[in-house]
T-cell receptor
Framework: DPKIIQKPKYLVAVTGSEKILICEQY?????MYWYRQSAKKPLEFMFS???????DNQTASSRFQPQSSKKNHLDLQITALKPDDSATYFC????????????FGKGTRLTVV | GDSVTQTEGQVALSEEDFLTIHCNYS??????LFWYVQYPGEGPQFLFR?????EKGSSRGFEATYNKEATSFHLQKASVQESDSAVYYC???????????FGSGTRLLVSP
């Protein structure tokens, strides 16, 4: 049973559109993260949340907005999509901070055409 | 900012060969160090960590020793198997921080 559910698995979007990537974790963890993986940047940290509070943000663009409606949810809204946003987006979680084991979901592969 | 450097982009070995993947880090504080492994179609998986100087982390036959002086955390395995073929990431996390910084990854290809 996957403990971190990411939806959808694959996503094709048109340039300029807006998409929401869904992430739910059922590990009882308090911290959640988003990472991006592409050919240009293998594993790039984007955001971290703890108890639904933003802890760190390394994403320069405001087009990327995390949304946490519940402790075990951390969605990622991306607006005004560009072809450069094409990547696999991984949601992850850990019990407390990232000095403990971080568990990753299987990712959402986003292609912007 | 903090960074992790993996010098080998790809390593090709035969089964039972000895493996070393080099990892060096740069950090302002005293970070925890990690190795993660990623298989095709999957997210990275935690392999092991070390959080203080000279501590050895290990799992599934892989091991690495925290070397603060050399700022290194090299991954080794005495005898690789074909099933070890994957991408290996060295990573660090600063104490009190809320992010893991990953290296560029090393693809390990093991042939039978």
């Amino acid at each position: 049973d996957p403990k971190i559910i990411q939806k959808p698995k694959y996503l094709v979007a048109v340039t300029g559109s807006e998409k929401i990537l869904i992430c739910e974790q059922y590990l009882g963890h308090n911290a959640m993260y988003w990472y991006r993986q592409s050919a240009k940047k293998p594993l790039e940290f984007m955001f971290s949340y703890s108890y639904q509070k933003l802890m760190d943000n390394q994403t320069a663009s405001s087009r990327f907005q995390p949304q946490s409606s519940k402790k075990n949810h951390l969605d990622l809204q991306i607006t005004a999509l560009k072809p450069d946003d094409s990547a696999t987006y991984f949601c992850a979680s850990s019990q407390t901070g990232p000095n403990t084991e971080v568990f990753f979901g299987k990712g959402t592969r986003l292609t912007v055409v | 900012g903090d960074s992790v450097t993996q010098t080998e982009g790809q390593v090709a070995l035969s089964e039972e060969d000895f493996l070393t993947i080099h990892c060096n880090y740069s950090a302002s504080g005293y970070p925890a160090l990690f190795w993660y492994v990623q298989y095709p179609g999957e997210g990275p998986q935690f392999l092991f960590r070390a959080s203080r100087d000279k501590e050895k982390g290990s799992s599934r036959g892989f091991e690495a020793t925290y070397n603060k002086e050399a700022t290194s955390f090299h991954l080794q395995k005495a005898s690789v198997q074909e099933s070890d073929s994957a991408v290996y990431y060295c990573a660090l996390s600063e104490s009190g921080g809320y992010k893991v910084v990953f290296g560029s990854g090393t693809r390990l290809l093991v042939s039978p």
